[in-house]
């Protein structure tokens, strides 16, 4: 552990000098990422005039990295230093945004630059994930992280309340493939505040005793044998599974069958973004107050719940509007509060020479449910009815309440001290 995470007050993480300087990396990374996740498919259909093939392709590999390298990066990961990791995927993702605007300036950007440049972006991405979450622990003792997540929870979900619009504003002004400039100028921002990291000295195996499969298999493995971190991961995919439905048939529901605007549809995602970010500066409080495992059991117990407003919202068609805005609200609360409430638990609960292994492998499964869960959704959309398909989507996340009322959990408050890696 470093110095400067054990002079820190207990109170506030922002103190911590080489954790301020991972938060404002994070935020201008994210930040990029919510822009150039907004000019995709605007750069697609408005500039390119690409089909709906060609956007639903784009689409499919920028969501492709964890599937494809979260297992080999966390291996990797594990063995390289985690600062260089930051480093060379903000260097990347620089490169990569810069090529359109460039390619737009000259006259040469293609559908499958677009594709080309998601797919790089998806999986710089896990590489930026997996180095991020791994190298918290190297800055602050591991009972801090859960607070570090909730700072980080805030940023993001305000940016996520901000850019959007923001971004859609400067549309009017300059053409879409334009603010990938913003998004690069945001990664080069990253990479010089990533540079002034100074993450604690760890212990690495020797390149000789290194088995790229066995330690694959050691990841998944610790993943899915220690109890508190099988239940999360279980739990989570559970959660995403259920999310990946309402999130796949929302759109199809609103703007097709209910004939909202697509300003009001934006609206109702912003709702959820502020509710969030409002949950990320209660729930700390709260953890501490009630315990995070208390937190962890209330909040997942209260998603099935915040979701049932929306297949409700079909059934009570002149109330859809207001019924939606208050799933996308509770869902924003729930969210974020069990994020917060959990993020610690898999910090301490996992050694510091398996965190990046352990995260891609969390990463891989919690990630992956979420377009298995869209597809299933249009399954049950073409077999029955986007009604059918939003009431399933809520049954899937109450599964995890009932695995938590079977688990060891339910008989404590805090994380126990036999549990700490």
Request: hydrophobic fraction near 55%; include cysteine; aromatic fraction near 8%.
């Amino acid at each position: 552990m470093t110095t400067e995470g054990r002079t820190a007050p207990e109170s506030e993480v922002l103190r911590v000098p080489g954790f301020r300087r991972l938060w404002g990396a994070n935020g201008f990374r994210f930040s990029a990422a919510e822009v150039a996740g907004f000019a995709l498919p605007i750069t697609a259909v408005t500039t390119l005039h690409a089909n709906p093939f060609e956007v639903g392709l784009i689409f499919v590999f920028s969501r492709l990295g964890y599937l494809l390298v979260g297992l080999p990066a966390g291996v990797w990961v594990d063995r390289w230093d985690r600062r260089s990791v930051l480093l060379w995927s903000d260097a990347v993702y620089a490169v990569a945004f810069a090529g359109i605007p460039l390619a737009y300036a000259l006259d040469v950007l293609t559908v499958p630059h677009l594709v080309a440049t998601a797919l790089v972006g998806s999986v710089s991405g896990v590489f930026f994930d997996v180095a991020h979450n791994s190298v918290l622990p190297e800055l602050l003792p591991k009972d801090r992280i859960a607070d570090a997540n909730a700072r980080l929870q805030t940023s993001s979900t305000t940016i996520m309340a901000v850019s959007p619009g923001a971004a859609g504003l400067a549309t009017r002004a300059v053409p879409a493939p334009l603010l990938y400039l913003f998004a690069v100028v945001c990664h080069l921002v990253s990479l010089w505040m990533v540079k002034g990291i100074r993450p604690a000295a760890r212990e690495r195996p020797p390149a000789d005793k290194r088995d790229f499969r066995r330690e694959i298999a050691e990841g998944i493995r610790f993943l899915f044998r220690q109890p508190l971190l099988r239940l999360i991961v279980c739990q989570a995919a559970l959660n995403n599974l259920g999310a990946g439905i309402m999130l796949a048939m929302l759109p199809v529901f609103l703007l097709d069958e209910v004939g909202v605007s697509s300003w009001v549809f934006g609206l109702l995602s912003t709702l959820g973004a502020v509710a969030g970010v409002l949950a990320s500066l209660l729930c700390p409080r709260l953890r501490r107050r009630f315990g995070e495992i208390r937190m962890t059991m209330v909040f997942s117990a209260l998603a099935p719940f915040a979701l049932v407003a929306a297949p409700l919202a079909a059934v009570f068609r002149g109330a859809a509007v207001p019924l939606v805005a208050a799933a996308q609200i509770l869902i924003g609360f729930v969210v974020v509060g069990r994020a917060v409430a959990v993020a610690g638990l898999r910090a301490r609960a996992t050694p510091l020479a398996y965190m990046g292994r352990v995260t891609a492998a969390n990463g891989v499964v919690t990630q992956g449910a979420t377009p298995l869960g869209g597809l299933i959704g249009g399954v049950l959309a073409g077999l029955s009815s986007t009604t059918v398909a939003l009431w399933v989507g809520v049954a899937v996340t109450a599964v995890p309440v009932v695995l938590l009322l079977r688990s060891p959990l339910r008989s404590h408050r805090t994380f126990p001290p036999e549990w700490e890696a």
